[in-house]
C-alpha cells in the first residue's frame, strides 16, 4: 500500500487506516476473535495506522488492539485518544483536559496497549475549562518523556488549532470527512494545510450509510448508536437514502463498490488526507483497502461532487449535546 506524510515531523502512514472502535463498542454486538483476524490481515494487507481510544468500551479496545500488535509492534502507527472520561462501567464524566489528566490517561494506555511508547496521541474533544496551551503543553511533556512520538487533536475548530500548533507542533488533526459530511472544506482543511498538519478523517463511509448496507432504519443492529443520530431519524434517513443512493449508482457504472468509490474520493481530495474506515469483520477490511488501488479521473469526480454536494446530507452528525463538544 502507500503511504503518506502527515504533518511535518516525520510521521508516515499507510493511505488507508485501519478505525478500531466498533470492534469493542457502538456498532452492534463485538467479536473479538474476528476482530483480532481483522487487525492481523490488514497489516498484512499494508495498512500501518491502528486508531484506537481509551473511551472505546471502555478501555477494552486499547488492551484488544494491544494483544493484536503484541508481534508485530514495529509494524504498527499506533494512534490512541484521551479526553473523553467515562469510568469503567461505561458512565459518561466529561471532557477532561487537565495537564494531570492527561498525563495519567497517557500512562494508562501505554499499560492497557502493552506498549512502550504511543505513535500518534490525540485529544479527542477540547476542554472548553482548560486553555489549549496546558493541554497540549502537558501532551509535549509526554514527547520529551519519550512516552509518545507524535501529537494529535479531533474535533478542533481552526482557531483552537493554530494555538495548539503554536504550543507545540501539532502532526494529525481527526476530524468526521466524507462525501456526506464536507463541512472541513469550509475552515478547518484549509487551516490545517496552512499549518501543515495532516488530516485523518474517521467515518469516512458516513457510518456506513455509504456502503449501501442501509435501507431502511430498521437494519441498524440492536443497540446500535447510530439509531440515536440524527441522520439516521426516518425523514432524513429517506433524504440520505437517495444521496447513498447516488453514490451506489455511480459505483455501479464503473465497476467498484460504494465504500471504495467513498473512499477513493477521500484519497484524491489530497495526499494529506488519511481515512480510517472502521470495520470488525474481513471482508469488509478487504473491501476497503481495495480503495486505495483506484484512481478516480477528473470526470468521476466531478460526478461524485455533484451527486453528494457539500450540505446535501439531512440531519446533524451527532445529537445536540454531542454536537457542542465538536468544533471548538
Known amino acids: 500500500m502507500d503511504t503518506r506524510a502527515i504533518g511535518k515531523q516525520g510521521l508516515v502512514v499507510s493511505a488507508i487506516g485501519l478505525g478500531c472502535m466498533g470492534m469493542s463498542e457502538f456498532y452492534g454486538p463485538a467479536d473479538e476473535g474476528e476482530s483480532i483476524a481483522t487487525i492481523h490481515r490488514a497489516l498484512d494487507l499494508g495498512v500501518t495506522l491502528l486508531d484506537t481510544a481509551d473511551m472505546y468500551g471502555p478501555f477494552t479496545n486499547e488492551r484488544l488492539v494491544g494483544r493484536a500488535i503484541r508481534e508485530n509492534r514495529a509494524g504498527v502507527v499506533l494512534a490512541t485518544k484521551f479526553g473523553n472520561e467515562r469510568r469503567a462501567d461505561g458512565t459518561w464524566v466529561g471532557v477532561n483536559g487537565r495537564p494531570d489528566y492527561v498525563r495519567a490517561a497517557c500512562d494508562a494506555s501505554l499499560s492497557r496497549l502493552g506498549v512502550d511508547v504511543i505513535d500518534l496521541y490525540y485529544q479527542h474533544r477540547v476542554d472548553p475549562c482548560v486553555p489549549i496551551e496546558d493541554t497540549v503543553g502537558a501532551m509535549a511533556e509526554l514527547v520529551h518523556l519519550g512516552k509518545v512520538r507524535f501529537l494529535g487533536l479531533s474535533e478542533a475548530a481552526p482557531a483552537t488549532i493554530r494555538r495548539a500548533h503554536a504550543t507545540y507542533p501539532i502532526s494529525a488533526l481527526q476530524t468526521e470527512y466524507s462525501l456526506w459530511t464536507r463541512d472541513v472544506e469550509d475552515e478547518i482543511l484549509p487551516a490545517v494545510r496552512e499549518l501543515g498538519i495532516g488530516f485523518v478523517a474517521y467515518s469516512p463511509l458516513g457510518r456506513g450509510f455509504l456502503t449501501g448496507r442501509f435501507r431502511t432504519p430498521a437494519d441498524l443492529p440492536a443497540g446500535d448508536f447510530r439509531s440515536a443520530s440524527p441522520r439516521f431519524e426516518p425523514e432524513n434517513f429517506a433524504k440520505n437514502r437517495e444521496l447513498a443512493a447516488r453514490v451506489e449508482e455511480i459505483a455501479s457504472r464503473y465497476g467498484v463498490t460504494s465504500a471504495q468509490l467513498a473512499l477513493a474520493w477521500l484519497l484524491a481530495r489530497g ?23 483506484i484512481r478516480l479521473a477528473p470526470k468521476v469526480l466531478a460526478e461524485l461532487n455533484e451527486a453528494a454536494p457539500k450540505g446535501a446530507t439531512a440531519g446533524a452528525r451527532y445529537p445536540e449535546g454531542a454536537m457542542r463538544a465538536v468544533n471548538r
Not at 495526499?271 to 486505495?292: F, H, M, Q, S, W
Open 271 to 293: 495526499d494529506d488526507v488519511v481515512p480510517i474506515p472502521g470495520t470488525k469483520r474481513l471482508k469488509y477490511l478487504e473491501e476497503n483497502v481495495g480503495a486505495a488501488a
